[in-house]
């Protein structure tokens, strides 16, 4: 049994009434597993597997499978999530064009699981800025986007007041907030040992500090949409209240009834709330706005980037055979000799972002020359503007194993140069074939350390 706080227990006896032995009963059944899958990396077979309702690439497993030891996990075909969180991608169908080109920002985006939902999501002519304020959670944020390998990103470091010189600018901004997480008390025991009425309240607080910077950031008739995975009203319905009462107006969503959602209104205001009781997922709860209000004008763009200098032409024909669809991307490199690619349609975008941003990293990180040579970075190898065209070597499960153990592989047949190691069409990550070896070049962080036997 889940040691419920006695103070949660009555919040949720109040809030619930009648339901709630249904919920406790719940709660202390095994949380489902599921998964997302990537669209663009569609590789995993999902016959058979339940579906989460409201969102296509969703899925149950009857299992948990030890993800690390998947080459498909590692090569991003999927992303491990929990499912009601994925209420997101409905969320978003239901209330913005798709079709059209977006700035999209993912205010408090780590580990990277609405990030990497979103991205899915948005055409390839948009841009999604996932930002993360506390610095070592950013490693794992790059990671998953990395993995996921969607080039026309920005990932930044900063709290969300720094975010000031790009008011009105997004057209859709997610704020998924930090919480009190009492709807992660069957997923995590640390969030019931850290539940007190105390961090309700601090969390409350912080929300709406996090809101009010989010605010100024949506353009005119943008889209805000707030969630939390937790039940108390201090921390949703009131922080969403505050939203409606500052030029934003809820927007009401249509959900089926069979999905088990629960309705949450107060005046105006629409909130959307998953208890485990009634859907297959842990507790989440999301609430959609429309800016009513207009915005003040964007500060003029500068002509250059303010890091980073346009790549030589003849470093930029090297680049060539490594990508696909060359023409849509302008290149630069960095003061330390790093090359990255910006989509050339958005440079603008891109342009305010360097000014308005200090700690970001911005597009596809390319790799960098050493000498004439050039050393392709793994964000590449697993980016879908790396060219198709380029070698590859299919490596068994073992082996891809292996080369995420950081081991040197044998190859049957040598080869010589750039090679990207692959498992079911999938790319991996870089190979150099030197003589009858070939190197791995899978960063360090990578590596796996759990035994692969
Ligand atoms: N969106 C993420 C996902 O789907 O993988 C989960 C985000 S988690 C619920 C909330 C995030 O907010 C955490 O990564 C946390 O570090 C960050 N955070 C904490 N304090 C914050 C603050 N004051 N402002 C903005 N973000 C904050």
């Not at 339901?19 to 569609?42: C, G, H, M, T």
């Not at 008011?167 to 009492?182: H, M, Q, T, Y």
Request: proline share 7%; with cysteine; charged share 20%.
């Amino acid at each position: 049994m889940i040691p419920l706080p006695s103070s949660f227990r009555e919040r949720l006896q109040t809030q619930l009434g009648e339901a709630y032995p249904d919920f406790e009963v719940a709660l202390n059944q095994p949380a489902p597993v599921s998964i997302r899958i990537n669209p663009a990396k569609p590789r995993l077979n999902t016959d058979g597997l339940e579906r989460v309702p409201w969102c296509d690439t969703g899925f149950y497993l009857p299992e948990r499978p030890v993800f690390t030891l998947d080459p498909l996990f590692q090569a991003g075909a999927y992303y491990v999530q929990e499912a009601s969180s994925m209420l997101l991608a409905e969320a978003v169908k239901q209330t913005v064009n798709l079709s059209k080109p977006l700035r999209v920002l993912d205010l408090c985006a780590a580990p990277g699981g609405k990030s990497t939902l979103l991205a899915s999501l948005l055409s390839d002519k948009s841009l999604l800025v996932c930002n993360e304020v506390i610095r070592t959670r950013v490693p794992i944020l790059r990671e998953n986007i990395e993995k996921w390998g969607f080039p026309n990103v920005v990932i930044s470091n900063h709290d969300p007041e720094d975010f000031s010189g790009l008011a009105g600018f997004f057209d859709l901004v997610l704020v998924d907030a930090p919480c009190s997480g009492e709807g992660l008390f069957r997923k995590d025991p640390k969030a019931v040992a850290e539940w007190s009425e105390a961090s309700v309240q601090l969390c409350a607080l912080r929300q709406q500090r996090i809101l009010t910077e989010a605010m100024s950031l949506v353009s005119e008739r943008g889209v805000l949409l707030y969630s939390t995975c937790t039940y108390n009203d201090e921390e949703n319905v009131q922080n969403a209240a505050m939203l409606a009462e500052q030029g934003f107006q809820s927007i009401p969503l249509d959900f089926p009834a069979g999905w088990g959602i629960t309705e949450k209104k107060s005046g105006d205001l629409t909130g959307y709330q998953c208890y485990p009781h009634k859907v297959k997922g842990e507790g989440f709860f999301l609430s959609v706005f429309r800016r009513k209000s207009s915005t003040g004008l964007l500060p003029n763009l500068p002509r250059n980037f303010k890091s980073f200098k346009p790549l030589q032409p003849k470093q930029q024909a090297a680049l060539q055979p490594f990508l696909q669809n060359p023409t849509q991307y302008s290149f630069y490199v960095k003061p330390n000799g790093d090359l990255l690619s910006l989509p050339t349609a958005l440079t603008a975008d891109f342009l305010r972002l360097d000014v308005a941003l200090r700690n970001k990293g911005m597009g596809l990180d390319l790799g960098t020359f050493k000498g004439t040579d050039f050393i392709p970075s793994h964000a590449l190898a697993l980016s879908s503007i790396v060219s198709p065209q380029i070698l590859g070597v299919d490596l068994t499960k073992e082996d891809a194993l292996r080369y995420f153990k950081k081991e040197n592989l044998i190859l049957q047949e040598p080869a010589k140069g750039w090679l990207l190691a692959k498992y079911e069409g999938l790319n991996l990550g870089w190979l150099k074939g030197v003589g009858n070896r070939v190197n791995n070049y899978l960063p360090k962080d990578w590596r796996i350390r759990m035994d692969i036997e």
